[in-house]
Nanobody, 121 residues
Framework: QVQLVESGGGLVQAGGSLRLSCAAS????????MGWFRQAPGKEREFVAA????????YYADSVKGRFTISSVNTKNTIYLQMNSLKPEDTAVYYC??????????????WGQGTQVTVSS
C-alpha cells in the first residue's frame, strides 16, 4: 500500500520558519515528481513546489519563490519543504503529492493526509 505521510506543520508567527517532511512508502517513485500543494479555507488547492525524484530539478509557485526550498533524500524516500519568511497568507493545509509529471500531479492518486500550517500576524 502506497503511503505519503507528512509531518512538521504547526503554528508560527509571521516571519518565522517551518520545515515539512513527507515520507513515501509502498513503492519507489524514481521517475516521478514529488511535491507540495496547499489549500486555504474557501480556496482551491494550489501548487507550491515540486522536485524531480531522478534529477533533482525543482519548481516553485511564484508566491513562494525565494522563501521556500524543496529538497529530497532519495535513500530515505523523503522530501522536505523548508519554509522561511512565512506570511499569514501561507496559512493552509499542506499536502504531499507524487505524480508522473508536473501538469498531471493534481490528477495523481498519491496524496498525503495533509498537515496544517498556521501563520499568525
Amino acid at each position: 500500500q502506497v503511503q505519503l505521510v507528512e509531518s512538521g506543520g504547526g503554528l508560527v508567527q509571521a516571519g518565522g520558519s517551518l520545515r515539512l517532511s513527507c515520507a513515501a512508502s509502498g513503492r519507489t517513485f524514481n521517475s516521478y515528481f514529488m511535491g507540495w500543494f496547499r489549500q486555504a479555507p474557501g480556496k482551491e488547492r494550489e501548487f507550491v513546489a515540486a522536485i524531480s525524484w531522478s534529477g533533482g530539478s525543482t519548481y516553485y509557485a511564484d508566491s513562494v519563490k525565494g522563501r521556500f526550498t524543496i529538497s529530497s533524500v532519495n535513500t530515505k524516500n523523503t522530501i522536505y519543504l523548508q519554509m522561511n519568511s512565512l506570511k499569514p497568507e501561507d496559512t493552509a493545509v499542506y499536502y504531499c503529492n507524487a505524480g508522473a509529471s508536473i501538469p498531471t500531479m493534481t490528477l495523481s492518486a498519491y496524496w498525503g493526509q495533509g498537515t496544517q500550517v498556521t501563520v499568525s500576524s
